[in-house]
């Protein structure tokens, strides 16, 4: 049997469907809304919602160098536009805290002190017999660094061979003699010290080469001390005449200071720190060395804040005082955390550092991990974790890229003699281009990468942009990787057991002895041994 439904039964069923129908997609479009509301009130609340956050891509070096012109200006009235310590560098410091100041930052400024040395008066360097002699300051002699006013007259000068223990010292010697004193062995600090500690009245150190030195004094040094060429040095070993030697400097005590920026987000037992020093020579503005490091710190940290972006591991952003007179800023800090928060100390997973990397005949450097295993065994294996990580980045952005020593000479310097694994990039500074080098990175074969290096013509001008944006978007990439890697930065940071090496004995004659900060803007041209 068929069943008949009538037409006006089917217009209802129809007319039912669309009802319900219609009260659905009002249904639908409420929910919508109301899901789109909420998420606009938990952003506005909450501050936003986690989600992918590339750091690097919004970075732009435009931003950079706006900062660059800013650190430049506000040491304007200083001379040479200096912002090293002593003279513009309180300027760049409230540049920065004025920038950091409105972010979310967790910011704290860290004062230490430096005692900085000064020369005098031109030294003398005479011989009175058997010969009458005056020699020339800078042609044939050169006063040590951290030697102050001081004078020894008409003394005998009596051969102490490399002048580095007792034994050296032969029976002949008297005190108020002048020690001749061969290049060589052990450093120039414990060369002087014990000079002065037998009576000398002076030294006088001869080099191996035929060229001029510069060296510092030991801490304290009461006595004249010069450098003489080899040449020189083995004329004066085969008279050892009587001389007349006076030296004239100066040491003032500066307050100064490190700025450090935490991020509220990120473990704080796996603590990544960015390091760029802030200061300059008195020579120059220092833009390139080491503006180009500090304004990419900066920019980083300011597009961290303005992102939101939430680490997974705490970042720290620090801006290193006296680096110049020998990594002083940042030794206080790694000194200060060793010496009072052991626990703070083992929450820093590793450091990475950037310093010159706007060179404008740049290469594109990293350090490279395994050449600091001599010095500094116990980090190898963290930092050449690292390393892979900028290889990875480079390769993935196919630009070339080759590497750079890992001595110590840097801000990472500190961390890694305290064991804390670290690296960075470096574009180059007084070092000459190679052939090889000009056919991979471009630019000016047998021509330094940095001409303006420690120079008054280090400024805006001085920076290659095309480098600079390269390289500071890869700092930043590298960055955020180990900022959102719990398991590599665990690895990181458990790749040693910490092994502190004693850093002031490898380096004790460009920096501080006995937990003293003393400096000299002579720093990068100072010899070690």
Same mark, same amino acid.
């Given at each position: 049997?068929?069943?008949?439904? @009538?037409?006006?039964?089917q217009?209802t069923?129809?007319?039912?469907?669309?009802?319900s129908?219609?009260?659905t997609?009002?249904?639908?479009?409420v929910?919508f809304?109301?899901i789109?509301?909420?998420?606009?009130?938990?952003?506005a609340v909450?501050?936003?919602i986690?989600?992918p #956050?590339?750091?690097?891509?919004?970075?732009?070096?435009n931003d950079?160098?706006?900062?660059?012109?800013?650190l430049?200006?506000?040491?304007? =009235?200083?001379?040479n536009g200096?912002?090293?310590?002593a003279l513009?560098?309180n300027?760049?410091?409230?540049?920065?805290?004025?920038?950091?100041?409105?972010?979310k930052?967790?910011?704290s400024?860290?004062?230490?002190?430096v005692? !900085?040395w000064?020369?005098?008066a031109?030294p003398i360097?005479k011989?009175?017999?058997?010969? #009458?002699?005056?020699?020339?300051?800078?042609v044939? &002699?050169?006063q040590f660094?951290?030697?102050?006013?001081?004078?020894?007259?008409?003394?005998?000068?009596?051969?102490?061979?490399?002048?580095c223990? =007792?034994?050296?010292?032969?029976?002949?010697?008297?005190?108020?003699?002048i020690?001749?004193i061969q290049?060589?062995d052990?450093n120039?600090?414990d060369?002087t010290g014990?000079?002065?500690s037998?009576?000398?009245s002076?030294a006088v150190?001869?080099?191996?080469?035929?060229s001029?030195?510069?060296?510092?004094?030991?801490?304290g040094?009461?006595?004249?001390?010069i450098?003489?060429?080899?040449?020189?040095?083995?004329?004066?070993?085969?008279?050892?005449?009587?001389?007349t030697?006076?030296?004239?400097?100066?040491?003032n005590?500066?307050?100064?200071?490190?700025?450090?920026?935490?991020?509220?987000?990120?473990?704080?037992?796996?603590?990544v720190?960015w390091?760029?020093?802030?200061d300059?020579v008195p020579a120059?503005p220092?833009?390139?060395?080491?503006?180009?490091?500090s304004?990419?710190?900066?920019?980083?940290?300011?597009?961290v804040?303005?992102l939101?972006?939430?680490?997974k591991?705490?970042?720290?952003?620090?801006?290193w005082?006296a680096e110049e007179?020998?990594?002083?800023g940042?030794?206080?800090y790694?000194?200060?955390?060793? %010496?009072?928060?052991?626990?703070?100390?083992?929450? !820093?997973?590793?450091?990475?550092n950037?310093?010159?990397i706007g060179?404008?005949n &740049?290469?594109r450097g990293?350090y490279?991990? @395994?050449?600091?295993?001599? %010095?500094?065994?116990?980090?190898?294996?963290?930092?050449?974790?690292?390393?892979d990580?900028?290889?990875?980045e480079?390769?993935?952005?196919?630009?070339?890229?080759?590497?750079?020593?890992?001595?110590?000479?840097?801000?990472?310097?500190?961390?890694?003699?305290?064991?804390i694994?670290?690296?960075?990039?470096?574009t180059?500074?007084?070092g000459?281009k190679?052939?090889d080098?000009?056919?991979q990175?471009?630019?000016?074969?047998?021509?330094a990468?940095?001409?303006c290096?420690?120079?008054?013509?280090?400024?805006?001008?001085?920076?290659?942009?095309?480098?600079l944006?390269?390289?500071?978007?890869?700092?930043t990439a590298?960055?955020?990787?180990?900022? %959102?890697?719990?398991?590599l930065? %665990?690895?990181?940071?458990l790749?040693n057991?910490?092994?502190l090496?004693?850093f002031?004995?490898?380096r004790? =004659?460009?920096?501080?002895?006995?937990?003293?900060?003393?400096?000299?803007?002579?720093?990068?041209?100072l010899?070690?041994l």
């Amino acid at each position: 049997m068929s069943t008949y439904t @009538s037409l006006d039964d089917q217009t209802t069923e129809k007319s039912i469907r669309s009802s319900s129908n219609k009260r659905t997609f009002v249904l639908v479009g409420v929910l919508f809304i109301t899901i789109i509301v909420v998420i606009i009130i938990l952003v506005a609340v909450f501050g936003g919602i986690s989600g992918p #956050v590339n750091l690097s891509a919004k970075l732009n070096a435009n931003d950079i160098m706006k900062h660059l012109r800013e650190l430049q200006d506000a040491a304007a =009235d200083q001379p040479n536009g200096s912002r090293a310590v002593a003279l513009g560098y309180n300027s760049s410091v409230a540049y920065i805290l004025s920038q950091l100041n409105s972010t979310k930052l967790n910011v704290s400024v860290q004062h230490f002190p430096v005692s !900085i040395w000064s020369a005098g008066a031109t030294p003398i360097f005479k011989q009175n017999y058997p010969l #009458v002699i005056d020699y020339k300051n800078q042609v044939d &002699f050169q006063q040590f660094t951290y030697t102050v006013n001081a004078v020894s007259v008409n003394q005998t000068l009596v051969s102490v061979g490399l002048g580095c223990t =007792d034994s050296d010292y032969p029976p002949s010697w008297v005190p108020g003699n002048i020690a001749l004193i061969q290049r060589g062995d052990c450093n120039f600090v414990d060369k002087t010290g014990l000079a002065q500690s037998k009576g000398a009245s002076g030294a006088v150190v001869y080099n191996t080469s035929p060229s001029l030195f510069s060296a510092r004094a030991h801490d304290g040094c009461a006595i004249p001390v010069i450098a003489v060429s080899s040449t020189l040095g083995y004329g004066l070993l085969e008279t050892l005449p009587l001389l007349t030697i006076e030296t004239y400097g100066s040491i003032n005590t500066y307050i100064t200071s490190n700025i450090i920026a935490d991020t509220i987000d990120g473990r704080s037992d796996r603590v990544v720190v960015w390091g760029s020093h802030l200061d300059s020579v008195p020579a120059g503005p220092g833009i390139n060395d080491n503006g180009s490091g500090s304004a990419t710190n900066l920019q980083v940290a300011l597009l961290v804040d303005k992102l939101k972006y939430k680490p997974k591991n705490k970042l720290r952003f620090c801006w290193w005082g006296a680096e110049e007179i020998g990594l002083l800023g940042s030794q206080f800090y790694v000194q200060n955390l060793l %010496d009072n928060d052991r626990e703070e100390y083992k929450r !820093i997973a590793l450091n990475l550092n950037f310093d010159m990397i706007g060179s404008p005949n &740049f290469f594109r450097g990293i350090y490279q991990a @395994s050449s600091g295993a001599a %010095d500094f065994p116990s980090i190898v294996n963290g930092s050449s974790m690292i390393q892979d990580v900028f290889e990875e980045e480079f390769n993935s952005r196919q630009i070339s890229y080759n590497f750079t020593s890992f001595d110590g000479r840097s801000d990472y310097g500190p961390f890694i003699a305290a064991g804390i694994p670290a690296l960075g990039l470096f574009t180059g500074a007084e070092g000459i281009k190679s052939i090889d080098y000009r056919t991979q990175f471009g630019g000016l074969a047998n021509a330094a990468y940095d001409p303006c290096y420690h120079l008054i013509c280090d400024t805006v001008d001085n920076i290659h942009v095309d480098a600079l944006s390269q390289m500071s978007q890869i700092a930043t990439a590298v960055f955020q990787k180990l900022a %959102d890697d719990e398991e590599l930065v %665990d690895k990181i940071a458990l790749s040693n057991n910490r092994t502190l090496t004693n850093f002031s004995s490898k380096r004790k =004659d460009l920096m501080g002895l006995e937990g003293k900060y003393v400096g000299t803007y002579d720093y990068h041209k100072l010899e070690l041994l």
